[in-house]
């Protein structure tokens, strides 16, 4: 069992919509919850960081933690065709004196239409 | 701010040839950067861990003496692919995470793709 499971999707939706993304883990462990947005052909890009439980909400995008469930999620409001990427999740746990490794979600590809 | 750099962003070469690939944190300061390998269709996989001024860290699998990385200093690392073979072929994207702030954050470089023919 992969430590991180994200569905690769192809995801499409009319432009306008709200879309979910979804990833799921087995680590109690990992303390910290990120979403990056890739585009083909370049590197990551972060959009939301999160600690711990809760939601945190920036602009069109909310970031929500549920670790009693082990599930994090990324709503997009009012889609747009330039949201029309790779999805990334990436979680960590916390390492004292260190750096933190980040494990990814395989990644869900995302098609806003017009 | 928080831009980070590759250099080359695309390489084809001969097997057998050796390819450095470099990794700028251009606006801070970086102690810590890492090494990713991207299939397509693929996640990142971590490949190493490099600390300014010690050695790497590898990840289990990746061979330390193929994948030669260098952190010589706070703004710059590279990795090598010493005598590449078609399987090298991949994305490479190296990631550095700012000194003083949240450790969890890592800022992505643009990528770099290799071809070995």
């Known amino acids: 069992q992969k430590e991180v499971e994200q569905d690769p999707g192809p995801l499409s939706v009319p432009e306008g919509a709200i879309v979910s993304l979804n990833c799921t883990y087995s680590?109690?462990?990992?303390?910290?919850f990120m979403w990056y947005r890739q585009y083909s052909r370049k590197g990551p890009e972060l959009l939301m960081y999160?600690?711990?439980?809760g939601n945190k909400e920036d602009g069109r995008f909310t970031a929500q933690v549920d670790k009693s469930s082990k599930y994090i999620s990324l709503f997009i409001r009012d889609s747009q065709p330039s949201d029309s990427a790779t999805y990334l999740c990436a979680m960590s746990e916390v390492f004292s004196g260190g750096y933190n490794k980040l494990i990814f979600g395989a990644g869900t590809r995302l098609a806003v239409h017009p | 701010g928080a831009v980070v750099s590759q250099h080359p962003s695309r390489v084809i070469c001969k097997s057998g040839t050796s390819v450095k690939i470099e990794c700028r944190s251009l606006d801070f300061q970086a102690t810590t950067m890492f090494w990713y390998r991207q299939f397509p269709k693929q996640s990142l996989m971590l490949m190493a861990t490099?600390?300014?001024?010690?050695?790497?860290?590898?990840e289990q699998g990746v061979e330390k003496d193929k994948f030669l990385i260098n952190h010589a200093s706070l703004t710059l690392s590279t990795l090598t692919v010493t005598s590449a073979h078609p399987e090298d072929s991949s994305f490479y994207i190296c990631?550095?995470?700012?000194?003083?702030?949240?450790?969890?954050?890592?800022?992505f470089g643009p990528g770099t793709r290799l071809l070995v023919l």
């Open positions: 680590n109690s462990a990992f303390q910290y």
């Open positions: 490099s600390n300014e001024g010690s050695k790497a860290t590898y």
């Open positions: 999160t600690y711990s439980s």
């Open positions: 990631s550095a995470r700012e000194q003083g702030l949240a450790r969890e954050t890592q800022y």
